[in-house]
């Protein structure tokens, strides 16, 4: 009779202890097999923040909807209620879709590398609007504190948006 089948792979989240030697690399010790195994899942680190931040960031917007609508407006918008309906909508749609486009990463490869570029161009455009529109005033290095700290967050999350846009799931 054939040899029975081996074991089946353990779950992708889980750590363990390999077997044998897998390469011709001198090993520091245990900690280097769960250093190449997390190693894989770094970039869900960035890519988890960067979504649930976008999320929030537009699922937020529908709290002050009227308020954010006569502030596009008061800078000069056209079509400010539908404005911002596009940017809530879009900020939630690129958060939920950069966290999909990684959960389908070996289910679904093309998609899911279509998915992760198409929302970091999407953070992109929505954060470079956000720095130009809304924040043309604040700056990275004077002004006050608070806005200094601001300014850095999206500054943050274009730097991510575009990690995303040109690296995909490569």
Do not use: C
Not at 9 to 22: E, S, T, Y
């Amino acid at each position: 009779p054939p040899p029975p089948p081996p074991p089946p792979p353990p779950p992708p989240f889980f750590l363990q202890a390999q077997d044998g030697i897998p390469d011709a690399q001198e090993s520091r010790g245990l900690g280097d097999v769960y250093k190449r195994q997390l190693y894989n899942y770094a970039h869900f680190l960035l890519r988890i923040t960067l979504g649930i931040s976008f999320f929030l960031h537009g699922y937020g917007k529908f709290k002050i909807i009227d308020g954010f609508t006569s502030f596009l407006g008061s800078q000069g918008i056209l079509y400010p209620k539908l404005m911002t309906y596009l940017v809530a909508w879009g900020e939630m749609l690129a958060g939920i879709t950069i966290i999909i486009g990684g959960l389908l990463i070996k289910s679904l490869p093309v998609l899911s590398n279509l998915l992760t570029r198409l929302s970091g161009a999407g953070v992109i455009v929505i954060m470079i609007s956000a720095l130009i529109i809304a924040h043309s005033d604040w700056s990275i290095f004077i002004g006050e504190r608070g806005k200094i700290l601001f300014a850095s967050e999206q500054l943050f999350l274009l730097t991510i948006g575009l990690y995303f846009f040109i690296k995909g799931n490569d």
